[in-house]
């Protein structure tokens, strides 16, 4: 009887050893996994301040495929990303800016009227303005949204 206890009571310390080197394996799997989307992240935020956006957004779309479970650098990698878009607007909206102003500079030196006759060039030219402001104003609200979202999410970290 002893020694079926005795071999039951091996089997569980077994268990137990088996358990507690899995969760250690697991956390060393999930340290690693945390540091290589680090690098991934340390990347994204080198592409971003060199003004390649588009391969800094793909490098955390890739990071956020590669690595599901590196929560830590995952949350931070969703400030990059608000953050990458912020920049991307903001350039977008100075070449834009520069492109309505000439716009509006080549619409005020037209005249509505030629000899008596409507200008079709002048009202084309007005509604091309109208809507290049109008997107001028979108390119806007989507830069104030994002400096909202950065400073919600800076917050709640």
């Known amino acids: ?73 995952r949350r931070a990698a969703i400030l990059t990303l608000d953050s990458v878009e912020l920049l991307e607007t903001r350039d977008s909206l100075q070449r834009y800016e520069l492109s309505l102003q000439a716009a509006r500079e080549g619409f005020k030196r037209m005249q509505p009227r030629v000899n008596g006759r409507t200008n079709d060039l002048y009202y084309q030219q007005q509604r091309r303005v109208f809507e290049m402001e109008q997107h001028f104003d979108e390119l806007c609200a989507k830069a104030k949204f994002y400096v909202r979202k950065i400073d919600i999410d800076q917050r709640e970290q």
């Open 1 to 73: 009887m002893w020694s079926k206890m005795r071999s039951n009571y091996q089997y569980c310390i077994a268990i137990a050893v088996s358990c507690a080197l899995s969760l250690a394996a697991c956390k060393t799997a999930q340290e690693a996994s945390e540091e290589e989307a680090h690098l991934m992240l340390h990347q994204a935020r080198e592409l971003m301040a060199d003004g390649h956006f588009n391969a800094a957004r793909d490098t955390i779309f890739a990071l956020r495929k590669q690595y599901p479970t590196a929560l830590e650098t």
